[in-house]
């Protein structure tokens, strides 16, 4: 695995417990935002994986558009909602109307963290199969002299 997608794999599997325990907590807006994060480093951790610079944007959009998984691709929209908890989520001066039923609810944190936790899964099996995967560059048919 690339060691660049093996460290924001390292920083998406800290997010989700995060988001986890604000949920226990009922801080909402900080679960949606950890889950948020959580899909935001999986995502650049795939990009990572195919040998792509990863971009300093935080948009699941953006970043959905530059991996060509279908499974993603199936999951776009209900990724793309989480876009809004970025911004809103931390600061209470934030683009008003941004989230135009308020905060977020409990409802809403769980469904972003089930989200997230998707997403992370697929990600770490992304990276187990392709590190399964025989080294292009190791020949194996070479015998030690």
Sequence with gaps: MSSLAERWLTFAREDL????????????NQACFHAQQCVEKSLKALIALRGQSTPRSHSITELLALLPD???????????????????????????????EGLPEKDDAERA????????????????????????????????E
């Design 17 to 28: 417990p995060m988001a986890e325990a604000a949920l226990t907590q009922k801080i909402y």
């Design 70 to 100: 279908k499974w993603l691709a199936d999951s776009a929209d209900d990724l793309s909602d989480l876009d809004d908890y970025y911004i809103p989520t931390r600061y209470p001066d934030a683009l008003p109307g941004s989230l135009p």
């Design 113 to 144: 963290i089930a989200l997230a936790r998707k997403v992370l899964t697929h990600a770490l099996d992304t990276v187990r199969l392709e590190n399964e995967q025989p080294s292009k560059t190791n020949n194996n048919d070479e015998k030690p």
